[in-house]
């Protein structure tokens, strides 16, 4: 199990390190394209395409961090409702459903990609298939997170089910 958590830090770090180097890019990017547009009168055609595509890669390649930090979208007001062994089950089914759908969703993408893969943008040299890759790409980053974190959540219930049963008989021992 320790080697399956490092693997998912290696996936966290990448998706970090891609995120943020495409962030980079984008706030350069659209910098210089706001300031060819309005001060040098000559606007950047491939902007728009380019930040599409980077776009994509942030939200889908990002989306494996927050599962990582579990923190992805969910109903929270209900779960911090629930009491502790019912909230389990809750994120574990939410869990459940989101592994569904990524490997659903990341599986069809795929053959997206490849049908795309043929089609060029208009302003720059680029297959469109670049658009769309990084969904199954962060949909298979997101599964691994999902399931390491879902262990890691067993793992903690375990061990305060243990902390409890052993509180218990340190206290019935002391009576």
């Known amino acids: 199990m320790k080697k399956f958590d490092k693997l998912c ?4 770090n990448i998706a970090s390190a891609v995120t943020v180097a495409m962030m980079v890019f984008l706030i350069l990017l659209i910098t210089w394209s ?3 547009r309005f001060v040098l ?3 950047v055609a491939w902007q728009y395409e380019v930040t599409l595509i980077c776009l994509s890669w942030i939200v889908f390649i990002g989306m494996s961090m927050t ?3 579990d923190e992805h979208m969910r109903l929270t007001f209900v779960a911090n409702k629930m009491k502790p062994k019912m909230r389990a089950i809750w994120l574990t089914a939410m869990d459940a459903m989101c592994l ?8 069809l993408a795929i053959s ?8 060029m943008y208009q ?3 680029v297959s469109r298939g670049w658009f769309y890759m990084p969904f199954p790409i962060g949909a298979l980053m997101s599964v691994f997170q999902i399931i390491n974190v879902g262990f890691k959540r067993i793992k903690a219930a375990e061990d305060e089910a243990a902390d409890t049963a052993s509180s218990a008989a340190q206290e019935g021992g002391t009576n």
């Open 67 to 69: 599962f990582h930090n």
């Open 100 to 107: 569904v759908f990524l490997i659903i969703a990341g599986y």
């Open 112 to 119: 997206i990609v490849q049908n795309s893969m043929q089609t």
């Open 34 to 36: 706001v300031f060819s």
């Open 123 to 125: 302003t720059i040299p």
């Open 9 to 12: 830090e290696v996936i966290n």
């Open 41 to 43: 009168n000559n606007p």
